[in-house]
């Protein structure tokens, strides 16, 4: 383990990270404990959140603990999701297993469990055994994507209001955007992670979310992840009664409710920087990206992905280029 600073090509000043073997993480993220994660063991009942960072992870934490909650009851005042819904890389394995005798982050009987690792990092953690080819039964991964413009810019005012963990509290964006087009930050590639999986969105273990489609349509999204996790039961709970279920969820987890109480979801923030939970909507890249910065993504969404892929998959919200060749 090692900390760096991560200077972009013109030396200007970048993020502070730790780094565990090659794979950069925030200050204060203990390296025992994300070398103990990798040795997680998925087991039946598991139901992870996986994202790249700033692409929802927090409203789909949000969306499922008050879904499986008594009665659509959501994350209170003076509790904490990632006590509810432990972050893998930063408690470790053991920490999630001690969580079994507890039961804290267990609702319905599912285990609930956030990472933000590629899908071929968790690969190795989905298997009954070593040998085995195929995923472990009942474990379940709900994948949240967001398109690179939003995400990026998201993640830039995310990394400033944490001084304590990135030391980039005044930070250039032009310096975030050449390090994260690099895969140079944080929980490292955003284009490798999606890439990553995108690849299992058709498996059966595996619920491929896109976070626009949670701002257009979230009713929609929360019946999807319903079946997904308990089939019909699930859904005809969230519809029964003039879907007062429904209504608690969607209320709760409205961009006005999660500003309320943000230490629910991080630590203290200073107040003269962006809120945690911003703006949550899609398009709001446009207050920083450049032209020339949008078709630089552009440029990597098309190398990454195939004409079909962006264009019937993904959409116009992840390549967007002037001239759609």
């Known amino acids: 383990m090692s900390t760096i600073n991560n200077n972009n090509s013109n030396s200007k000043k970048g993020p502070s990270y730790t780094n565990h073997n ?9 390296a025992q404990n994300f070398s103990n994660a990798l040795t997680y063991q998925s087991q039946p009942n598991d139901l992870f959140v996986a ?5 929802g992870t927090t409203l789909m934490q949000h969306i499922i603990y008050t879904m499986l909650n008594n009665d659509g009851v959501p994350i209170q005042p003076h509790e904490r999701l990632d006590q509810i819904f432990p972050h893998l890389e930063e408690v470790g394995a053991d920490y999630i297993d001690k969580c079994n005798s507890t039961g804290l982050n267990i609702r319905r009987g599912k285990r609930l469990i956030k990472t933000h690792l590629p899908y071929d990092w968790m690969k190795p953690m989905m298997m009954v055994e070593s040998s085995s080819s195929s995923p472990s039964s009942g474990a379940k991964y709900i994948f949240v994507a967001r398109n690179p413009k939003d995400c990026i810019v998201s993640f830039y005012h995310h990394t400033r209001g944490f001084p304590q ?3 980039f509290e005044n930070g250039d964006f032009d310096v975030f955007f050449e390090l994260f087009c690099q895969g140079k930050v944080d929980f490292g590639d955003y ?11 058709h498996d059966d273990h595996v619920l491929f979310v896109k976070y626009e489609d949670v701002c257009r349509d979230k009713r929609n999204v ?3 992840i319903a079946d997904f996790i308990g089939g019909q039961e699930l859904r005809q709970e969230l519809l ?3 879907e007062c279920l429904m209504k608690k969820v969607l209320h709760h987890t409205s961009l006005e409710e999660m500003k309320k109480d943000p230490l629910r979801w991080c630590s203290e923030r ?4 962006t809120p945690f939970i911003r703006l949550g909507q899609v398009g709001g890249w446009k207050e920083l990206l450049s032209r020339d910065q949008e078709e630089i993504l552009n440029g990597i969404m098309k190398e990454k992905f195939s004409r079909e892929e962006l264009m019937n998959d993904l959409g116009k919200d992840y390549y967007s280029p002037k001239h759609i060749s």
Do not use: A
């Not at 090659?22 to 203990?30: I, K, R, V």
């Not at 994202?51 to 692409?55: A, V």
């Open 165 to 167: 963990h990135y030391d």
């Open 270 to 273: 200073k107040v003269e920087h």
């Open 222 to 224: 929360i019946l999807q």
């Open 51 to 55: 994202t790249y960072p700033k692409c």
């Open 22 to 30: 090659g794979f950069l993480m925030p200050f204060g993220f203990p």
């Open 240 to 242: 029964r009664n003039d």
């Open 191 to 201: 284009f490798h992670t999606l890439r990553s999986w995108f690849n299992h969105r």
